[in-house]
């Protein structure tokens, strides 16, 4: 193999970010799930490269992040929309009808679950339970609860919550 | 643990003992009850995620995990009643919800896990009337695996084996609950150089021997205690052939070679290079005792042996022992190294001998198993002086001694000199009056000598070798010679009897 | 007869401020602890009876009780599990919304009780809205000198049910994936990073400063008080219900352990529609169903467990009359094998085993088998896997068959 000056994945300014998670709590290791967190928002998925830039900074091996990687639904491999927008099927959101808001996110965003839209501005999944049964079935956009889904919720979100 | 106290316990009705702290699993295989069990392994740990190795403990209130229970003093034990087999059965039966059942076209088809746990405690009907999950089939996991997602139960043994053991880490468990995968890390190659044994931990057929697929079927495989010869480490090894039906296995009679477990040299394992170094045991052999030059002729064993001995005699008398030069390595057997011993230093008195490893016969050495003389038996000669009082000289000595002229005759055992002197060896060999070549296997050398004599390989003869650390161990016979082949010990035996009865006929005269 | 701990004070917009919960007393306890010595504050929780509000209902007192002795083991955690997860439950996410303070709070007491000087909020990643807000109140805690010598951080999950067992959640925390671990040894003696470590659910945390600055006695008696002639050991204080499903005012409520399903249903406005109840789920969907007739049961651990369900962590899912069951276990089953880790066998492949007949017969493919090995397959997988997930994935389906048989026959052939 002729080695191959990779191209650097992350920025300075990036870099010490993630560095000041392997300082965060009492062991460096301890940091790792959130360093993956902040890589999964700045590139919307978790490429090799990442991977083994995590790996090397947190002294794990790149098996350990991979298998971190495939195993939490919020890193993913492929790029999400830069709005991941997230329903609720668990049980209470199901009683409520997430079935009907997941054909009205398809229709309003034009994307079936789990594509993002051409633009990259969209991708929608169904979730587990989000914790929001109070507002049955629960909508969420990136990491905020934007409470009931309906039509009009739905809508305003694919106008990009105007 | 020092001292260990031993405790009584009961096991399916039966009194039986165990040192204290020993796992229920381990105890009960002691006292000869074998519990089933995938993910469990004494080398690799017990993560008890397999769930089949379940038993019931009095007292306990629901069936405990035999490879995570320690053994106490008292403790009732069933791993064969009613409510103990049919968690077993249990178990078995959702490893197999989702598992392929290919059997047909899987080599594991005979020694798998799944099929024996199936004829031992299944044997129920099956309730599954869903699909198949499908997952990745035919990955070429390195240059010796094969692997197949589907039929892996992920009881983690493989990635057990590259984190802890060989800590390479090509492998992971991907994803997550019933889409979970073994696979690669991406960019990977399962390429490290103890990779074989990943297929002899796997329990199913998920993991598959490249070399060995759809060669031949396990059942029809003999299998022999050995060991291996392909370095000082010297690992018990099981010579697997196939013999009864040579059409399989592409005609070789070698289908593969397993590690036998032996805490004293290998554990459990061995390397790819003691795993799949075994084609020259099928391959280029030598059959025929030939000579070579002058008149190119197959003799029988008298017939060479009488114009060897009577040679050697001639010219060591003529000439002087001086100028015989014998090379030889450490895949002599001990057996071999003794008669060695009697032909040249008691018999015929040479004093030049070259059986160092350098350069052709060493190797890469790590800290797990592998050593750098990749020849088993440098030990067994030291035993008779070897390395010890009688030194072995260089190569760079012996060409120079070549060139002068001060060597008449080269006698070399299982050694390529073109290995060693390259080009160079034609033009060297062309200065002496006689080589003598002796060996399993054709090699440059065996062509440029006056005789060619056909060597047994070890899994033709039964010997022992001492490996590096003075550990002497047995190798059986797990074929018939190949041609005329004989053992080297009884090569130098024939040869040293011919020499012993001219010197009668001498002496007589 | 709603008695209120933790939501007293819910009616006042800005709890989540430092300077308002401080007004309304917060910290009090903190202080009041702080005096105290380790083993005083948790000879007062054992006391208080106060049991693990996360799910397993634990004795708060005695878990603490089994960590090793500081001088011994000086290098401990505390954490709080903030990884609610589970269909039905929210409770906690109005608790870190509404009153972070109190959790702060509760989780410095525990630090000092055990001698911890690092304390964790593990939070599940999709809550970022508790987050920030927690994120702020710690700031706030720390500058106003409250903390102290205990260093106090978040972390977030990335979207894991498991991770809410306690053992799943240190894996994570050390980089590891949700893989559960097989006590003992148990997290109080090997737990984060190999050291002693409680973790606690942030409800059962948020009891503590009350449970300090009122007495352990006060809070025993405001719940069920053990019965040892039943030998049950009863549940101190209240628990915050979460309420969703087919009621009028989905929502978080708190009650006195052993108040009536009945009450708590009310309280949430009652059925919605008008319409009866058909099921209830006591305590987040992991617990087994109650029917419309045991509406009376009393809302605590012992109770529920004499009825063959869980108080779990207290997420009321009331279902109507027009509910189909099979439906709701299929629902329940295909999240649990969402959410299997995978490590063991009967939970990987009995999960997604079971959510696939389910589904099946759901698309009117069942089969007359189907129900016979469903009952099987649940009872192999209960009692025989790694961790509670396991346990539960077995126990759903038979749940519901066994209380509202109907259902289900009504998906496969006479």
Not at chain 1, 8 to 35: C, D, N
Not at chain 3, 94 to 119: D, N
Not at chain 3, 150 to 163: E, W
Not at chain 3, 319 to 327: A, F, P, Y
């Amino acid at each position: 193999m002729t080695p191959v000056a990779a191209a650097k994945p992350f920025t300075a300014e990036e870099e010490k970010v993630l560095k000041s998670w392997t300082a965060h709590y009492p062991y460096p290791i301890m940091g790792l799930l959130e360093a993956l967190r902040q890589v999964q928002l700045w590139n919307l998925c978790v490429r090799p490269e990442h991977e083994d830039y995590v790996a090397s900074l947190f002294k794990t091996t790149r098996t350990r992040v991979h298998e971190l990687v495939t195993f939490f639904p919020m890193f993913t491999q492929a790029p999400t929309g830069r709005k991941r927008v997230g329903l609720c099927h668990g049980l209470s959101c199901a009683l409520a009808g997430s079935d009907k808001m997941a054909k009205c996110l398809e229709d309003k965003l034009g994307v079936p679950e789990g594509v993002t839209t051409k633009d990259g501005e969209f991708s929608w999944e169904e979730m587990e339970c989000l914790g929001a049964c109070d507002f049955a079935p629960a909508l969420l956009v990136n990491e905020d609860l934007q409470g009931k889904a309906t039509e009009d919720v739905v809508a305003k979100v694919a106008r990009g919550g105007k | 643990m020092s001292e260990s106290k031993t405790v009584k316990f009961k096991l399916n009705g039966r009194e039986v003992e165990a040192p204290e702290g020993r796992l229920l699993i381990d105890a009960a295989k002691d006292a000869g009850v074998e519990i089933p069990h995938y993910c469990y392994h004494p080398a690799l740990g017990n993560p008890g995620n397999c769930r089949l190795c379940v038993v019931e403990v009095q007292g306990a209130p629901k069936p405990l995990v035999s490879c995570r229970t320690f053994v106490k003093e008292g403790m009732v034990v069933a791993s064969d009643s009613p409510a103990a087999m049919r968690a077993q059965q249990s178990s078995l039966e959702l490893h197999l919800v989702n598992h392929p059942l290919d059997c047909p076209v899987c080599d594991q088809s005979g020694e798998c896990g799944l099929q024996d746990y199936y004829m031992e405690i299944g044997r129920y009907e099956s309730q599954v009337r869903e699909d198949k999950l499908h997952k990745g089939k035919r990955i070429e996991a390195g240059p010796h695996v094969m692997l197949d997602q589907e039929r892996c139960i992920l009881c983690t043994r493989c990635t057990r084996f590259v984190d802890e053991v060989t800590k390479t880490h090509e492998l992971g468990i991907f994803g997550r609950g019933h889409g979970q995968y073994i696979d690669l890390v991406p960019g990977k190659t399962l390429d490290n150089p103890y990779s074989g044994n990943v297929v002899d931990i796997c329990p199913v057929g998920a993991l598959t021997e490249k070399d060995f697929r759809y060669k031949v079927r396990v059942w029809y495989l003999d299998e022999t205690d050995s060991v291996c010869p392909g370095c000082s480490r010297g690992c018990s090894t099981s010579v697997h052939t196939n013999t009864e039906r040579p059409w399989h296995n592409d005609g070789r009679r070698v289908a593969r070679i397993k590690p036998r477990h032996n805490p004293e040299v290998n554990g459990w394992w061995i390397c790819d290079d003691g795993r799949f170094g075994y084609d020259s045991l099928d391959h280029d052999r030598l059959g025929r005792v030939m000579r070579l030059k002058d008149q190119r002729r197959e003799l029988s064993w008298t017939e060479a042996f009488e114009e060897i001995a009577s040679a050697l005699a001639s010219r060591s008398a003529g000439k002087g022992a001086g100028g015989l030069v014998v090379i030889a390595s450490g895949m002599l057997s001990n057996e071999d190294w003794a008669a060695f011993k009697v032909l040249f230093v008691d018999t015929l008195g040479v004093k030049h001998f070259v059986f160092g490893p350098e350069p052709d016969q060493l190797g890469e050495e790590d800290e797990l198993l592998r050593k750098r003389e990749k020849v088993p038996n440098l030990k067994g000669g030291q035993a008779q002086g070897f390395g010890t009082e009688i030194p072995s000289a260089s190569w760079d000595s012996l060409a120079k001694d070549i060139e002068a002229g001060k060597v008449w005759g080269l006698y070399v055992v299982e050694r390529d000199l073109t290995k060693v002197w390259g080009q160079r060896t034609a033009d060297l060999l062309s200065k002496l009056g006689l080589v003598i070549f002796q060996g399993p296997n054709k090699t440059a050398t065996g062509d440029l000598a006056h005789y060619r004599l056909p060597a047994t390989a070890y899994v033709e003869e039964e010997g022992h070798f001492t490996n590096f650390g003075g550990t002497v161990q047995a190798y059986k016979k797990a074929l018939e010679p190949l041609g005329s082949a004989k053992p080297d010990w009884a090569i130098f035996h024939g040869l040293a009897e011919h020499l012993a009865g001219d010197r009668r006929e001498e002496a007589v005269a | 007869m709603s008695t209120k701990i933790l939501t007293q004070h819910f009616n006042e917009p800005k709890l989540h401020e430092l300077a308002t919960y401080r007004k309304l007393g917060g910290y009090k306890g903190l202080e009041k602890a702080l005096k105290m010595k380790p083993a005083e504050i948790a000879a007062e929780v054992a006391k208080s009876n106060l049991r693990g509000l996360g799910g397993a209902g634990f004795p708060v007192g005695g878990k603490w009780s089994t960590m090793p002795p500081a001088d011994k083991a000086p290098e401990r955690y505390v954490v709080a599990n903030y990884d609610e997860s589970e269909p039905g439950c929210f409770k906690d996410r109005v608790l870190g919304e509404r009153a972070p303070h109190q959790i702060i709070e509760g989780l410095l007491i525990a630090a000092h009780a055990v001698s911890a000087e690092w304390a964790f909020i593990f939070i599940r990643g999709e809550y970022g809205i508790p987050f920030k807000i927690l994120e702020k109140a710690i700031a706030e805690a720390d500058e106003a000198g409250l903390t102290g010598k205990v260093r106090v951080r978040l972390m977030r999950g990335a979207g894991a049910y498991i991770c809410g067992l306690d053992t799943a959640l240190l894996e994570t925390m050390e980089g590891k994936k949700a893989w559960p671990r097989q006590p003992p040894p148990f997290p109080t003696v090997v737990g984060l990073m190999g050291q002693p470590t409680v973790v606690n659910n942030v409800e059962t945390l948020a009891m503590l400063p009350h449970i300090i600055v009122n007495g352990g006695d006060w809070f025993a008696k405001l719940g069920v008080l053990p019965n040892p002639e039943k030998k049950l050991p009863g549940s101190g204080g209240t628990a915050v219900y979460s309420v969703s499903g087919d009621v009028e005012k989905p929502g978080v409520y708190e009650f006195a352990m052993g108040a009536p399903l009945r009450a708590i249903i009310d309280a949430a406005g009652g059925v919605r529609g008008g319409r009866k109840v058909k099921a209830v789920i006591p305590g987040g969907a992991s617990t087994p169903p109650l029917s419309a007739s045991e509406l009376d049961t009393p809302m605590d651990f012992d109770s529920l467990r004499s009825v063959g369900s869980f108080l779990g962590a207290g997420g009321v899912i009331v279902l109507d009359e027009t509910r189909d069951m099979s439906e709701v276990a299929h629902n329940i089953e295909r999240f649990l094998a969402h959410e299997s880790c995978g490590q063991c066998t009967p939970c990987r492949e009995g999960s997604e085993w079971t959510t696939r007949i389910l589904g099946r017969m759901l698309e009117g493919k069942g089969t007359s088998g189907d129900l016979p090995n469903l009952q099987r397959i649940g009872e192999n997988i209960t009692g025989k896997v790694i961790c509670a997930l396991g346990d539960t994935v077995g126990m759903v389906t038979r749940g519901f068959m066994k209380k509202f048989p109907d259902d289900f026959k009504s998906k496969v052939p006479a």
